[in-house]
């Protein structure tokens, strides 16, 4: 039987593994809750984000409903516990805090056990007629499945020997620094000055997945079109937390460009302001041009407020995010872009600098949470025959490419989707599911 002094030097390991290799990798602790704990509180690592309902030892703890707190912040590390619940939008942000050469440890009861019982995350789907083992747990049990399947992902379970997890190692990454700004960056930074400086009345949408440096270009613009013409940029967004990142590279940017003195610095300030959506809203703000970011995670409604209030706009926004979907967001918004200017220009980040490009991680993530599910392509001018069904929440466990499919429905229609629907969708005892389709149900409609 391996001792819990072996899977602590089998863990230290695969950290240290991680770090030479700069590849970022899941470890799962599975078994009873205090063997579960005691395990990682004898694990010396630091600059570790947990995240739990209860403070986990030295570690900086924030419960998952608060993530949003630490968006822009890069951790060496994370530890979820799995016994304070599993939330599908936590999840999908932690992961994207976990920087290069990072290990993401997930604590959870026996597998067995959460394949049938749901977690603590499940309270607040109750009501007063429903109680938490009302629920099913397809969620848990698609978890469970994508992480055994998973041969990067590497299992500990107390009472079982894991060294067959530890050749399940991830590959040898190469590890070629990451010039920045990347390419990506510098594209999306001459754009920004094209709107800053060209024509009038034609918006930016930039959209990236996380970890590309979005909100970094942001702020090295700002800096750039305040040292050329002393032009003000406000920016906004959802909280001013998902800013810091703009923030921190337009401080460096300018001081590294214009080495200003400690009197000019307040002046420099000024050149880049946050103000909150309900703020612009109310007010006539006087600036040169309006940043918007994480632009999926604003209602519709608020955006279409601001549209023609401002003459110079970029907007920036996640592709595949916790918040919503950033593919629904520029299907629909495009039309009410396409509405009111007859010429704005869009533009993706690719490259990640997070993380590697051959990072496992973030493909795991977005199967488990079918953050890119898409439309099947479809010839659109034959009609075939329409046919109606109900389908089961067992169904769409079982059918991976039929859930996709509706997921990505759901995406493109509205583009608040998160991934906690997900769980809705399979587990909530009143959720009935009725689809028309065509193909053999290549096409949800």
Not at 304 to 309: E, I, P, S, T, W
């Amino acid at each position: 039987m391996t001792t819990t002094k072996q899977i602590i030097s089998h863990i230290q390991t695969v950290s240290d593994f991680c770090k030479n290799s700069q590849q970022r990798a899941m470890l799962v602790v599975s078994g009873e809750k205090d063997w579960c704990l005691r395990l990682i509180k004898e694990l010396a690592f630091t600059d570790y984000l947990a995240v739990s309902h209860r403070p986990l030892f030295s570690h900086d703890t924030q419960s998952s409903d608060k993530l949003s707190l630490v968006l822009g912040k890069e951790y060496t590390g994370i530890i979820w516990d799995g016994f304070s619940g599993l939330s599908p939008n936590g999840l999908g942000i932690a992961s994207g805090l976990l920087k290069r050469g990072g290990l993401f440890l997930l604590l959870l009861p026996p597998l067995d056990f959460l394949r049938a019982n749901p977690d603590q995350d499940y309270a607040r789907m109750c009501s007063e007629n429903l109680n938490i083992q009302d629920f099913n747990t397809f969620f848990l049990q698609r978890l469970v499945d994508k992480l055994e399947h998973a041969k990067d992902i590497f299992i500990f379970q107390e009472n079982e020997d894991p060294s067959f997890n530890l050749v399940r190692r991830p590959q040898e990454a190469n590890q070629q620094p990451v010039q920045l700004p990347t390419n990506d960056q510098c594209a999306a930074i001459d754009a920004i000055k094209k709107v800053a400086f060209g024509h009038r009345h034609r918006p930016l949408v930039i959209q990236a997945n996380r970890g590309r440096g979005k909100s970094s270009a942001l702020g090295l613009a700002a800096a750039e079109i305040f040292l050329s013409k002393k032009f003000k940029t406000i920016i906004t967004a959802p909280s001013k937390k998902t800013c810091e990142a703009a923030f921190t590279h337009y401080h460096s940017a300018i001081k590294s460009i214009a080495s200003p003195s400690s009197e000019e610095i307040a002046s420099f300030d000024a050149g880049f302001e946050f103000l909150p959506l309900d703020f612009i809203l109310d007010n006539n703000i006087d600036c040169h041009m309006l940043f918007i970011d994480e632009a999926a995670a604003i209602p519709a409604s608020i955006l279409n407020a601001l549209v023609g209030r401002f003459s110079r706009v970029v907007y920036s926004t996640t592709i595949h995010g916790y918040e919503g979907n950033g593919q629904g967001f520029a299907i629909r918004f495009k039309e009410t872009l396409d509405k009111h200017y007859s010429q704005w220009n869009s533009l993706t980040l690719n490259q990640p600098i997070r993380w590697l490009e051959s990072d496992t991680l973030e493909p795991w993530f977005f199967r488990f949470l079918l953050l890119d599910a898409r439309l099947s392509d479809v010839d659109k001018n034959v009609i075939p025959a329409l046919h109606t069904m109900w389908i089961s929440q067992q169904t769409l466990y079982e059918d991976d490419d039929l859930f996709e499919q509706i997921i990505s429905l759901l995406v493109t229609a509205h583009y608040q989707t998160s991934p906690s629907d997900i769980r809705l969708i399979l587990d909530h005892p009143h959720v009935k599911i009725l689809i028309s389709y065509k193909f053999k149900r290549t096409m949800i409609l």
